[in-house]
């Protein structure tokens, strides 16, 4: 065989051309002749990871490829190569089919792109190298799979939905997620997600109707009961990775907050507390820390018995750092009607400023929380583009050279030693472990030296630039980050973006410096936890919390649009 061989060598699963009958079984066109030598011993790539069989006696037939079966094979695609059928019918098939024989005629283990297109060509024969009987065994079934999984990764590779229809196969028959990662030379994430978009209805028609790769159907997987978060996924997806990206972080911090949120509640519901809505400004409930009962202060244990006793949900701060948990949402125990049930204000000043403010015109009321809502909101961008932002670094510092221009990056940030990353260096790099690592085993100073110690010297400096960077993530995690941004942090999200990184709209007006303090100019399209219970209540002057802070009314989402995610 000469180079040209590998022109067309790809096995994959295609059916027979519309119109182009197969003639039977028993009129093909067989023709034994002499095996090449060594054939059927040389070790193929394909057979990498599948168990060894048991020898069986190899023949090498001339057989009319119309007469074989192609009924079993992981590709679903029925497209024909035209370079391939171009090189066949110029140079016919030079590197054998591998068949196995059935009772109704040979059945195409290897080389179903190549019989199809041998078809396409018009040849009549074709070498097939014959390895034994076919067999339904699972054994023989799993070597099936194992061996045109590898053998088609190595050329054309397979389609996602091919993957999936494997790994489904594969536990079928038995092996573990772990076992099949290893027998396919992928890695156990990849294998769960196969498994997550096999069960999910929305992520396999994702799949089918538009161009996901495997990790985005995983992703639609994960919201297989939220058909609008699926919308706005695909919605994304046609926009680009990043957007995707961002835009799944957004949802499923939505989500994670609404579950928070009703979590809170429903413990407060079990010890028959009653959960209300915010109250309006100017309403008659009152917070217990406003209120007395004969000129003692009111606690929630006092006023339990009390029928207007209720709470309603606080959002909490946020932590600086996205990866720590923390209680999203605390009660603010009220008063419904304090007057009906005798309860006097603590602050008499404070309730003949309340009288005036309800009595006269507000006109700046509105518009105030409409604006502390919007930098709420950006702020929860902020906070899930850092999510996706430290995942992408994570697989970024993998790699095991630095990316081009990461020097001249690291000695410019070195000479200019600003506060931005002098900060995090004399904090002992806190964040450095988790990047080089994972957020459940990151890297502790023991590990993080002994792996500088053995790693070879484009590794070093790759190690070198994660301190860097860890120093910089590390003082941007707060959302004073977009409100206020630094030169340093325009240099540091561009640096990011010139080595692939997408950002989200929130970065991008960061790194072109039109963030304010006023937050964005529109809300509607962001997947907004708080939409349908607004956080503040009727005490503003009482609990006023910085800019911040979640701790806001946030005016209810009724675009359609889908989350605005990327730049």
């Not at 180079?3 to 003639?23: I, K, N, R, V, W």
């Not at 095996?35 to 168990?51: I, K, R």
């Not at 932590?319 to 923390?326: I, K």
């Not at 970065?507 to 039109?514: K, M, P, Q």
Request: hydrophobic fraction near 35%.
């Amino acid at each position: 065989m000469t180079s040209s061989d590998t022109t067309h060598t790809d096995p994959t699963c295609l059916a027979h051309p519309e119109g182009q009958e197969s003639p039977p079984a028993n009129q093909a066109n067989s023709a034994s002749v002499e095996e090449p030598e060594g054939l059927a011993d040389q070790p193929s790539v394909a057979n990498a990871g599948a168990p060894e069989r048991p020898a069986s006696p190899t023949r090498v037939e001339m057989i009319d490829p119309r007469t074989l079966l192609l009924d079993r094979n992981l590709r679903s695609t029925k497209a024909v190569d035209r370079d391939l059928v171009a090189s066949i019918k110029q140079h016919g098939v030079l590197v054998p089919l591998t068949a196995v024989r059935a009772e109704d005629g040979l059945r195409v283990r290897h080389g179903h792109r190549r019989t199809q297109a041998a078809i396409t060509a018009g040849l009549r024969q074709i070498p097939v190298v014959v390895i034994g009987a076919d067999s339904d065994a699972d054994t023989e079934q799993i070597t099936r799979i194992l061996t045109q999984w590898a053998e088609n990764e190595h050329r054309a590779g397979l389609a996602p939905t091919d993957k999936i229809g494997a790994v489904e196969q594969l536990t079928a028959f038995g092996l573990t997620p772990t076992a099949i990662a290893r027998r396919t030379r992928t890695t156990r994430g990849q294998v769960d997600a196969a498994l997550r978009v096999a069960r999910s209805a929305a992520a396999r028609g994702g799949l089918d109707q538009h161009q996901l790769n495997l990790a985005q159907a995983a992703t639609l997987a994960e919201f297989d009961d939220d058909p609008d978060a699926v919308r706005h996924l695909l919605t994304a997806a046609a926009a680009g990775q990043g957007t995707f990206d961002h835009t799944a972080q957004l949802l499923r911090d939505a989500r994670d907050d609404q579950t928070a949120r009703d979590h809170t509640a429903e413990e407060l519901r079990h010890t028959g507390i009653t959960v209300i809505d915010p109250p309006e400004p100017g309403g008659p409930t009152r917070t217990l820390a406003m209120l007395a009962q004969d000129g003692t202060p009111l606690n929630p244990d006092d006023h339990r018995t009390c029928p207007g006793h209720a709470a309603y949900l606080t959002r909490t701060f946020a932590p600086p750092n996205p990866d720590d948990t923390y209680e999203r949402y605390r009660p603010t125990f009220v008063c419904t009607d304090p007057t009906a049930h005798g309860h006097t204000d603590r602050f008499p000043l404070a309730d003949t400023r309340r009288s005036t403010a309800r009595s006269g015109p507000q006109p700046t009321v509105a518009p105030t929380r409409n604006d502390r809502a919007a930098v709420a909101d950006t702020s929860r961008q902020w906070r899930a583009a850092t999510t996706v932002r430290r995942t992408w670094l994570r697989d970024f510092l993998t790699r095991r050279t630095p990316p081009e221009g990461a020097d001249r990056f690291i000695a410019a940030r070195l000479a200019a030693a600003d506060a931005d990353l002098t900060r995090a260096l004399t904090r002992h790099h806190p964040l450095v472990g988790s990047l080089l690592g994972t957020d459940d085993n990151p890297l502790d100073a023991v590990q993080l030296a002994a792996h500088l110690h053995d790693a070879p010297a484009p590794r070093t400096r790759v190690v070198l630039l994660a301190l860097i960077l860890a120093a910089y993530e590390d003082t941007y995690a707060t959302t004073q980050s977009w409100r206020s941004p630094t030169t340093q942090a325009r240099r540091y999200l561009t640096a990011l973006q010139t080595w692939g990184y997408h950002p989200a709209d929130v970065e991008h007006r960061t790194i072109t410096g039109t963030a304010t303090t006023q937050g964005p100019t529109s809300t509607a399209a962001q997947p907004n936890p708080t939409a349908s219970n607004p956080t503040s209540g009727n005490e503003a002057g009482a609990h006023e919390t910085p800019q911040d802070s979640d701790d806001v009314t946030t005016p209810t989402a009724t675009s359609d649009a889908p989350p605005t995610a990327a730049a």
